[in-house]
């Protein structure tokens, strides 16, 4: 059962504007989301993160929000740049005990048009 | 510059024949992990590592083995590899923050 899911296998958004990327988890213990970046033949890239005691983070052209109750969390990229198009991953983090584990979403495939 | 490196990052290799996928990073982490990525499944942690000598099972450890004898090194080590093990597999390590991930190791067992 996927605890952490990206219902959008794909997502297509012209230069400029703004890229949303959505994520939803159904486990309460999470405590720490992530979001990684990922383009073909290599390894997954950190690009933000967010506290579960936040509601927010932002870094330059990258927003996270986080809806605790929705048990949702979205990446908003603004404006949107063809470098942009990769695999973003959604990760949650399980501190059970000594294993700082990562649950990972399937991915959200983001092509950005010029 | 801060790196996780992965060796081999192609692999062909036949069944039975044990082999050893080389994981180093430069951070000084104390955690490190392995993940395998298929399709559909997304990544699934195979083994980690707390510190040196501390290793434990993670979501799919059946047919691996991870030996952690120096802070920088985390070796993957497939003593059968089998054709279910084809995969894509990466090495992480972090300090308290964000994994760092290798480039990728692509493994087929024929």
């Known amino acids: 059962d996927q605890q952490v899911k990206q219902n959008s296998p794909s997502l297509s958004v012209q230069e400029g504007r703004i890229s949303i990327l959505n994520c939803d988890y159904t486990?309460?213990?999470?405590?720490?989301f992530l979001w990684y970046k990922k383009y073909p033949a290599e390894g997954p890239t950190f690009l933000i993160s967010?506290?579960?005691i936040k509601d927010k983070n932002e870094d330059g052209r990258f927003t996270v929000f986080l809806n605790k109750s929705a048990k949702h969390l979205s990446l908003h990229i603004v404006p949107s740049q063809p470098g942009d198009s990769a695999v973003y991953f959604c990760?949650?983090?399980?501190?059970?005990?000594?294993?700082?584990?990562?649950?990972w979403g399937l991915g959200t495939s983001l092509a950005v048009n010029p | 510059e801060a790196q996780v490196t992965q060796n081999p990052r192609y692999l062909i290799t036949v069944t039975g024949k044990k082999l050893t996928v080389t994981c180093s990073q430069n951070?000084?982490?104390?955690?490190m992990s392995w993940y395998r990525q298929d399709p559909g499944l997304g990544l699934r942690q195979i083994y980690y590592?707390?510190?040196?000598?501390?290793?434990d099972k993670g979501d799919v450890p059946e047919g691996y083995k991870v030996s952690r004898k120096e802070k920088r090194n985390f070796p993957l080590i497939l003593e059968s590899p089998s054709p279910n093990q084809t995969s894509l597999y990466f090495c992480?390590?972090?300090?308290?923050?964000?994994?760092?991930f290798g480039p990728g190791t692509r493994l087929t067992v024929l």
């Open positions: 967010i506290s579960s």
């Open positions: 990760a949650a983090r399980v501190n059970a005990g000594n294993n700082r584990k990562l649950i």
């Open positions: 486990n309460s213990m999470f405590d720490y």
């Open positions: 992480a390590s972090s300090g308290w923050g964000e994994q760092f």
């Open positions: 590592s707390m510190n040196v000598e501390v290793t």
């Open positions: 951070m000084n982490h104390e955690y």
